[in-house]
């Protein structure tokens, strides 16, 4: 018998969690193993920001923070979003955070009463749903298709909204699928009405077109963001939320007794990344690049379906339909059969189902022994 609270049970297993820790137990035995499932950079936290957390820890900057974070660090998140798409906030309306999820979490708490709905894509990411949830919302999935770039229209979200909708959510660059809402759709899609919140973690992390703030449209929003994609910072744990400034006291009251504060070494760290760092996330943005181009070409080539090339964030979502219906099963056999990580569409939702997403943040070298492994393995297939 499971035990734990109804709420406890009732949120999902993170698959790619699944397949990662069936490739961990595999390698454990001696199996080499290619990770294209797991959405974390794998170059190593730039040194000028590293230099800057070692520094805080050498002159003891090692103490509990203000509740919404270093003044300097939030000084900071205000001055990039001035100058990388022409919006102002305080510093007042940002809380530095443990990671996004926290922020996440704090967010739908702050605006979700029970029973009230959200409105997200799906796909989506796998864990958007159990956070609305667990704050007592319910989610409210839109179809998005990959003719259309997987991009939410506003007309199909117009259709969903009732009475109860209290928010839309979005997340551009998107997981699982790369591709970025257009300025337009994001324009209107503000001007539907409803709170709108926007996950932004992948900014800076797109390689055609440029990336839009959900602040440019509207300031009826919240903005989740941090520092663990685009900088490579995955195990400093720093994110941040940005917020109207009405629901400021509510959230920092909520980060005061869930959380404290962010850790002080990490914060030092963030300000570098802010400040310093830009040249060392032109260059991952670089290679990145020239990893999602071979990975496209070579999934073609294999005879996975790309309708839209994606251009952000470091996924490929891939149709892969004419080999299964079943994503979890194949993601799995693949797996044990060709030793390659694979994330199955399902976990992203219903409408994922058939899809396989991508990872190339990893190396050029194991993106090709892992795309050569995947093509022997669908040809026996």
């Avoid at 949120?11 to 820790?21: A, S």
């Avoid at 820890?57 to 090692?62: M, S, V």
């Avoid at 300097?72 to 919006?87: C, N, P």
């Avoid at 699928?177 to 900014?203: F, N, Q, W």
Wanted: glycine share 8%; net charge negative; charged share 20%.
């Amino acid at each position: 018998m499971e035990c734990g609270s109804r709420r406890s049970r009732e949120v999902t297993p993170f698959i790619v969690m699944d397949v990662l820790e069936r490739a961990q137990e595999m390698q454990r035995a001696g199996v080499h193993v290619i990770h294209l499932e797991v959405g974390e950079p794998d170059f190593d936290t730039p040194s000028v920001i590293t230099a800057a957390g070692m520094a805080a820890l050498t002159h003891g900057d090692t103490h509990y923070t203000h509740s919404l974070g270093k003044h300097d660090l939030r000084q900071a998140i205000a001055d990039h979003y001035r100058e990388t798409y022409g919006v102002s906030f305080s510093p007042d309306q940002v809380v530095v955070t443990c990671g996004t999820s926290p922020a996440m979490l704090m967010a739908f708490a702050a605006i979700l009463e029970p029973g009230d709905e959200v409105i997200i894509s799906d796909p989506h990411y796998a864990c958007y749903p159990n956070f609305i949830r667990f704050a007592g919302g319910v989610p409210v999935k839109v179809p998005v298709f990959e003719d259309d770039a997987f991009q939410l229209t506003p007309q199909a979200i117009a259709a969903k909204i009732t009475p109860k909708t209290r928010a839309i959510f979005i997340n551009s660059p998107a997981n699982p699928t790369g591709t970025l809402l257009s300025p337009e759709r994001m324009k209107d899609i503000a001007a539907l009405g409803p709170m709108v919140v926007s996950d932004e973690i992948y900014h800076g992390l797109v390689y055609e077109g440029k990336e839009h703030s959900i602040l440019e449209f509207t300031d009826n929003a919240f903005v989740l963001n941090g520092f663990s994609k685009a900088f490579a910072m995955t195990g400093w744990r720093l994110g941040y939320l940005v917020a109207p400034k009405s629901y400021m006291r509510a959230i920092q009251c909520m980060h005061q007794n869930f959380f404290i504060s962010a850790p002080a070494m990490a914060q030092a760290a963030g300000i570098a990344a802010l400040t310093q760092a830009g040249p060392d996330v032109a260059r991952m943005r670089g290679i990145y690049d020239q990893r999602r181009r071979f990975m496209i070409q070579r999934l073609k080539e294999i005879g996975l379906g790309i309708a839209t090339e994606p251009t952000g964030a470091f996924y490929v979502f891939a149709n892969a339909k004419r080999f299964s219906h079943d994503s979890f099963r194949l993601a799995f056999d693949i797996l044990e059969n060709a030793h390659v990580g694979v994330t199955p569409g399902v976990d992203f939702g219903e409408n994922g189902e058939g899809f396989l997403r991508f990872s190339y943040a990893n190396s050029l070298e194991n993106i090709a022994e892992g795309m050569d492994r995947l093509e022997k393995y669908l040809k026996n297939l």
